[in-house]
T-cell receptor, first 117, second 110 residues
Framework: GAVVSQHPSWVICKSGTSVKIECRSL??????MFWYRQFPKQSLMLMAT?????????EQGVEKDKFLINHASLTLSTLTVTSAHPEDSSFYIC?????????????FGPGTRLTVT | RKEVEQDPGPFNVPEGATVAFNCTYS??????FFWYRQDCRKEPKLLMS???SGNEDGRFTAQLNRASQYISLLIRDSKLSDSATYLC???????????FGSGTRLQVQP
């Protein structure tokens, strides 16, 4: 089955530093990957749509200069949280859709739990 | 108004009970509908897609009412392992991203 991995699974960083999160589709290709954020007891909120070979599309209210997205290949997208602050602490989840299927099913990575101290 | 609305619960039910969750969505042009399950501190996993004709997968039955913009999930013979948060998810026209409801928490008790 389709597998999406994320790395790291959890990270603790100091305020002001940057953190990079990787999202990989392991056994399929994805021109589009999605980045979501989930705060405790809240739903997943779409942050941005990552497009291979082009700029990401950000949702309203998400700062593109703070959350840098790079989709360098058909199997890898990265999200960099720059100058992290404690309010950026959250569960970040990526998802990808298999190009070769007609289904709109998205496969989710296991998530990255970010804690900014 | 939220795009996808769910009762957050929690629903506390005994093993063997039948429980139903409802969800409403605001965009009448929405194309696809799903129920996902999310366990604590884990990623969401697809439980089932939802079709206008209704569909069943074992103990789980999903229904879609496009006229009322309403989606439901019925779980029969609840198991302890069904305890999780159930997310109602909608995909809109021209969008490949998904919109998630805030989830309904189910706790099945022995």
């Amino acid at each position: 089955g389709a597998v999406v991995s994320q790395h790291p699974s959890w990270v603790i960083c100091k305020s002001g530093t940057s953190v990079k999160i990787e999202c990989r589709s392991l056994d399929f290709q994805a021109t589009t990957m999605f980045w979501y954020r989930q705060f405790p007891k809240q739903s997943l909120m779409l942050m941005a749509t990552s497009n291979e070979g082009s700029k990401a599309t950000y949702e309203q209210g998400v700062e593109k200069d703070k959350f840098l997205i790079n989709h360098a290949s058909l199997t890898l997208s990265t999200l960099t949280v720059t100058s992290a602050h404690p309010e950026d602490s959250s569960f970040y989840i990526c998802s990808a859709r298999d190009l070769d299927t007609l289904s709109y099913e998205q496969y989710f990575g296991p998530g990255t739990r970010l804690t900014v101290t | 108004r939220k795009e996808v609305e769910q009762d957050p619960g929690p629903f506390n039910v005994p093993e063997g009970a039948t429980v139903a969750f409802n969800c409403t969505y605001s965009n009448s042009a929405s194309q696809s509908f799903f129920w996902y399950r999310q366990d604590c501190r884990k990623e969401p996993k697809l439980l089932m897609s939802v079709y206008s004709s209704g569909n069943e997968d074992g103990r789980f039955t999903a229904q879609l009412n496009r006229a009322s913009q309403y989606i439901s999930l019925l779980i029969r013979d609840s198991k302890l392992s069904d305890s999780a948060t159930y997310l109602c998810v909608v995909r809109g026209t021209g969008r490949r991203a998904l919109t998630f409801g805030s989830g309904t928490r189910l706790q099945v008790q022995p």
